[in-house]
């Protein structure tokens, strides 16, 4: 309203004054308060509007502050209520089994999961696959860090061997059915999953920094889970090598790492947040008379490609 920000104190402009916030009032019930009411009330007095009218502003002003502070502390309590996003390195779980001729002994090894078309797949090494049993427990941290873990029995309810060995190089896969009773336990695993879309397609250059994520030693596969993730570069180009079978292509990383990580997989480090990216998963170390060693990787494409092939063979 023109007049009020003058210095004038003339009648005209206290009764100008007096409509102003009348109006206000009126305004206020109909939820159409004008929103810069705080500089405009700083030039009232008291001694203009009296003492009934001012005590009636400083009413509104006292259930609009209380109104801003409970819309500030409910935002809040949203915020402070979102899950928080799982790392990485997190997605990382880990099998463990007992050798049924030795119940003393035990193995253990590193996976992770990728979901394709809702389908989801359990990506482990091929020699670590040999060594699990419809006993072996999946252990794994859940989306709000509880440490979970379910019997592979509980999904393969028929099958003695739910892997897919890969014929060309040292991985497998068993994709994880939906059935009654593990509901619980797939939803959690769905949510640790990593999307087809984030498996490479190319190995990435030598030198790239990597982050290679799993249980060595069996470090971190405790009562509390939690993978250890370990920096490193990739060292070569995709080398076509030797094996028991034939030939393989394998990448060649730093630094060599433990027993127990054997089916982790290695992501692109210092990705943007939410971002992931797989370029392979760790298979074992090649080493010479000097003891001098480096890590194996199978390159993720080729893991991808296999899966893939599940989507458009069924």
């Known amino acids: 309203m023109e007049g009020i920000g003058r210095a004038d104190r003339s ?26 009411l705080g500089e405009q009330l700083q030039l009232l007095s008291s001694h203009e509007l009296g003492n009934e009218f001012m005590h009636r502003i400083h009413s509104l002003v006292r259930n609009a502050s209380a109104l801003a502070i409970a819309v500030v502390a409910f935002s809040a309590s949203i915020v402070a209520s979102e899950p928080k996003p799982i790392e990485a390195w997190d997605r990382v779980v880990c099998i463990q089994s007992q050798v049924e001729s030795k119940p003393d002994t035990g193995k253990l090894c590193s996976a992770f999961l990728v979901t394709a078309d809702e389908r989801l797949y359990l990506v482990t090494a091929g020699h670590a696959s040999a060594e699990t049993n419809l006993k072996s427990k999946l252990r794994y941290r859940d989306p709000d860090g509880v440490t979970q873990w379910v019997s592979l029995k509980t999904f393969f309810r028929t099958s003695t061997n739910p892997w897919q ?40 250059p030598r030198t790239t920094e990597i982050v290679t994520v799993g249980f060595p030693l069996a470090i971190g596969a405790g009562d509390v889970i939690s993978p250890v993730a370990v920096v490193g570069h990739v060292a070569s180009r995709e080398t076509n090598t030797a094996n028991s079978w034939g030939h393989e292509p394998i990448v060649y990383c730093s630094p060599a790492l433990a027993q127990g990580t054997s089916g982790g997989p290695a992501f692109l480090n210092n990705q943007p947040d939410g971002e992931l990216t797989v370029i392979g998963i760790y298979v074992g170390v090649v080493h010479d008379v000097s003891g001098a060693k480096l890590s194996k990787m199978v390159p993720a494409h080729l893991i991808r490609a296999h899966i893939s092939s599940q989507q458009t063979n069924e």
């Open 11 to 36: 009648l005209p402009l206290r009764v100008d004054r007096r409509y102003f916030l009348q109006t206000y009032l009126d305004a206020h019930q109909r939820n159409q308060c004008p929103r810069n």
């Open 165 to 204: 060995r890969n014929e060309q190089s040292d991985f497998a896969i068993a994709e994880l059915p939906n059935v009654d009773g593990a509901e619980t336990y797939r939803s959690h695993l769905s949510a640790l999953s990593i999307s087809l879309d984030s498996i490479c397609t190319e190995t990435p």
